[in-house]
């Protein structure tokens, strides 16, 4: 059975930081593209990262470039996203998805920046 289970959500002030897991299994996980969604509330959802199978290439949205850093250990089946410096506008549920021939999505964590 897969499953991606996201965790490490959570309410933190403007200037803050979290960090992300999304612990996979039920598949290859190694052969797997990483990426993080999120979607604000209201708002339709977005890409916020993007890592290959071997971890040697990230993309980021521009709106996150040089506060997020999206990362995966193969050996524990997990993609992480630090995100620091954080904003009012990164609130937001963020989801984890596996890419390969398909796709696979997690359900989602809640991050909330607000004073």
């Known amino acids: 059975q897969v499953q991606l289970v996201e965790s490490g959500g959570g309410l933190v002030q403007p200037g803050g930081s979290l960090r992300l897991s999304c612990e996979a299994s039920g598949f290859i996980f190694r052969n797997y593209a990483m990426s993080w969604y999120r979607q604000p509330p209201g708002k339709e959802r977005e890409l916020v990262a993007v890592?290959?199978?071997?971890?040697?290439?990230?993309t980021y949205a521009d709106s996150v470039k040089g506060r997020f850093t999206i990362s995966r250990d193969n050996a524990k089946s997990t993609a992480y996203l630090q995100m620091n410096n954080l904003k009012p506008e990164d609130t937001a549920v963020y989801l984890c998805k596996a890419r390969r021939d398909y796709e696979y999505w997690g359900k989602g964590t809640v991050v909330t920046v607000s004073s």
């Open positions: 890592i290959t199978s071997t971890g040697s290439t990230v």
